[in-house]
């Protein structure tokens, strides 16, 4: 079903082919949308590289046998809004020294000059550099770094690409239920993120809603074992507990969400604004854990 044909779809985020923004580009492109790509500035080159050889041919591969292509890849760090933003240190650090046009304002400017008006935009960011610390041991700055880049950048994705959207385009990011439960060992002021973001989500619908006309929606997803969540140094303990658990046995696919978010991108959701949707084999639901020694 081509039901997404002439649409431009701008994911944000990402830097491999294993986690959800890939799996949401590759969605997108079944239904038939244009694919731009925005990667971590300092990984771009790895990335592009790795395209070009061939690297993610079997990933991208679509139901008619054909390969996902993608019109451009954009370097972005969604930390720095204007150039003026970027301290002394990044610009003359190796991995950004040889980039430009990386902060949001310039990569919106950039992509309005390559393609005109957008209709579909996907936030897939998250880090924290302390992730791995329990929250009373986390520093205010690694607070501050896990807000800015995973829930921040995606006000500041709709206050600079929000002016290039079609009027009735539609956005989606992606939070964890570490924003309403406590999930042990998820630190480094991520959980407060996510729950900002969800946050973000509800008052965002209503201002870019009426100022742009375009829809704002979250999915909240379950554990997968991408290289990113492979870094907090848990999630096969996660995936562990959401078997256990979850009223659904089994394991979460990335295309499980990537069908969500295409959905809620499409015109079939035109009435759907300012939701957060679990796309977690219904373990949000939950409220004791079955493996729990107490119901033994």
Aim: glycine content about 10%; aromatic content about 8%.
């Amino acid at each position: 079903m081509k039901d997404l044909l002439g649409k431009k779809a701008l994911v944000v985020g990402i830097g491999d082919d294993q986690g959800f923004g890939f799996a949401i580009a590759k969605g997108l492109a079944e239904r038939g949308a244009t694919i731009l790509i925005g990667t971590w500035a300092p990984i771009v080159s790895i990335f592009t590289k790795s395209w070009k050889m061939g690297k993610f041919d079997e990933s991208r591969k679509l139901s008619d046998g054909s390969l996902m292509e993608c019109e451009t890849v954009y370097p972005i760090d969604a930390v720095f809004d204007h150039v003026e933003d970027i301290p002394e240190d990044i610009l003359e650090h190796k991995r950004y020294k040889d980039l430009s046009g990386y902060t949001v304002s310039e990569v919106a400017k950039k992509v309005q000059e390559d393609h005109g008006k957008i209709d579909i935009l996907v936030h897939s960011l998250a880090n924290g550099s302390e992730v791995t610390k329990p929250l009373l041991e986390t520093s205010r700055k690694g607070y501050m770094q896990a807000v800015s880049a995973s829930s921040y950048s995606f006000v500041s994705l709709i206050q600079h690409f929000g002016p290039i959207m079609n009027k009735g385009g539609s956005v989606v990011c992606l939070s964890y239920i570490a924003s309403e439960r406590a999930i042990p060992k998820y630190g480094g002021g991520m959980s407060s993120a996510k729950a900002a973001l969800e946050s973000d989500t509800r008052t965002l619908s209503y201002e870019a809603g009426r100022k742009y006309g375009i829809r704002i929606n979250c999915i909240s997803a379950g554990p997968l074992r991408s290289r990113a969540a492979k870094a907090i140094g848990m999630i096969d303990n996660m995936i562990e507990y959401s078997l256990k658990n979850a009223p659904i046995q089994e394991e979460l696919k990335a295309e499980e969400v990537a069908n969500a978010a295409c959905f809620l991108l499409s015109d079939f959701a035109s009435g759907v604004t300012g939701v957060t949707l679990y796309v977690d084999k219904g373990l949000h639901a939950m409220g004791v854990g079955l493996d729990s020694p107490c119901l033994s």
